[in-house]
């Protein structure tokens, strides 16, 4: 799956599921992300994935066969510049996530990974992206909006919850 991206450096990306031997380079994305899109991405003010906590997320994307858990990343060469999952909580339901790295955001990644992943998840019978996001995050607001794709927002304490519907 090559992609190529208006505008983008680089011209070409490749979008694949992850795969054992993507653990050294998924570890050195998650290092390079800065702490506003770390806090964006999980939520968590003061996480950072550096060190143990950055060990457990590499774990968690790589490490462990969850078959109910779709990672693709989006590939530069060997590095790579944006990670999208979702996680399938059955009843046609999976919740999403996506984080692209901050040099490379506003350059159509994410919508690319969406696509990707919205094909996986109709192909396993899901109808819904569900998924947190925080009060302002414009980025992700806007992506989910234009995805074309019938979108439920519902503010809640934390932040705002959000259903993208896949398939009626
Ligand atoms: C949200 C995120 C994944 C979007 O990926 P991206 O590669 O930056 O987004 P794209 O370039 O594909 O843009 C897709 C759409 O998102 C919106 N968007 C992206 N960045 C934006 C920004 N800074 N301001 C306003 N809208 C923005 C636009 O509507 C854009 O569509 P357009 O280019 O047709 O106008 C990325 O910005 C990111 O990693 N943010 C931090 C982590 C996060 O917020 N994750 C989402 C929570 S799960």
């Given amino acids: 799956m090559s992609t190529s991206l208006d505008g983008a450096r680089p011209a ?3 979008f694949r599921v992850v795969q054992d031997g993507d653990r050294g380079a998924v570890r050195a994305f998650l290092d390079r992300l800065s702490p506003s899109t770390v806090e964006k991405r999980y939520l968590q003010r003061s996480l950072r994935l ?3 906590a950055g060990d457990r997320e590499v774990n968690r994307l790589v490490g462990r066969h969850e078959p109910r858990r779709v990672v693709v990343l989006a ?3 060997t590095d790579v510049r944006g990670i999208g999952e979702f996680f399938d909580e ?5 919740d999403l996530g996506l984080v692209v790295e901050d040099g490379y955001q506003g350059r159509g990644i994410g919508r690319a990974l ?4 919205e ?4 192909n396993r019978g899901i109808r819904a992206f ?10 992700a607001a806007g992506l989910l909006r ?8 519902r503010v809640g304490s934390g932040g705002v919850q959000f259903t993208l519907v896949l398939q009626a």
């Fill in 12 to 14: 070409f990306l490749l």
């Fill in 50 to 52: 550096t060190g143990p």
């Fill in 75 to 77: 590939l530069d060469g």
């Fill in 90 to 94: 059955s009843l046609g339901r999976a």
């Fill in 114 to 117: 969406l696509r990707r992943l």
């Fill in 119 to 122: 094909k996986l998840a109709l």
């Fill in 130 to 139: 569900t998924g947190d996001m925080a009060y302002g995050n414009v980025g």
């Fill in 146 to 153: 234009g995805a074309g794709r019938p979108l439920q927002t």
